[in-house]
């Protein structure tokens, strides 16, 4: 049930940023849920071989190379989600961040919600 809840969170922030951003476009709330389905998958099997692979690197820029690979993953999902579209890299840098800031505040307050009812 936490799965579908942060699918549903992430494809909601995602459409709402595609209407703030205007190099990310996203037609439709489906194509959002979508979108949020692949990326998690590809953040589940991608993200730990691309860490790995590119360790020195990110090492070497203290972990900013981790920024990279985030909008690597961005651009990967536009390539196999039809209806999701980022006008380059840069935008999907951008987009990449705020999705990233904007699901970690929100889940950091459900966590807190949490403990607090323990």
């Known amino acids: 049930m936490n799965f579908i809840m942060r699918i549903i969170v992430t494809s909601i922030i995602a459409?709402?940023?595609s209407y703030i951003l205007t190099g990310v476009h996203?037609?439709?709330f489906w194509a959002a849920i979508i979108f949020a389905i692949v990326l998690a998958i590809l953040n589940a099997i991608?993200?730990?071989?691309f860490i790995i692979l590119t360790l020195p690197i990110t090492l070497f820029t203290f972990g900013l190379f981790l920024f990279v690979?985030?909008?690597?993953?961005?651009?990967l999902t536009a390539e196999f989600v039809?209806?999701?579209?980022?006008?380059?890299f840069w935008w999907a840098l951008l987009f990449s961040l705020l999705l990233s800031i904007i699901t970690s505040?929100?889940?950091r307050e459900d966590r807190s919600n949490k403990e607090q009812s323990r």
Do not use: T, W
């Open 26 to 28: 996203i037609d439709s």
């Open 69 to 75: 690979i985030n909008a690597a993953l961005i651009l």
């Open 15 to 17: 459409f709402g940023l």
């Open 46 to 49: 991608l993200r730990p071989i």
């Open 82 to 88: 039809k209806g999701f579209r980022v006008d380059g």
């Open 105 to 107: 505040v929100l889940y």
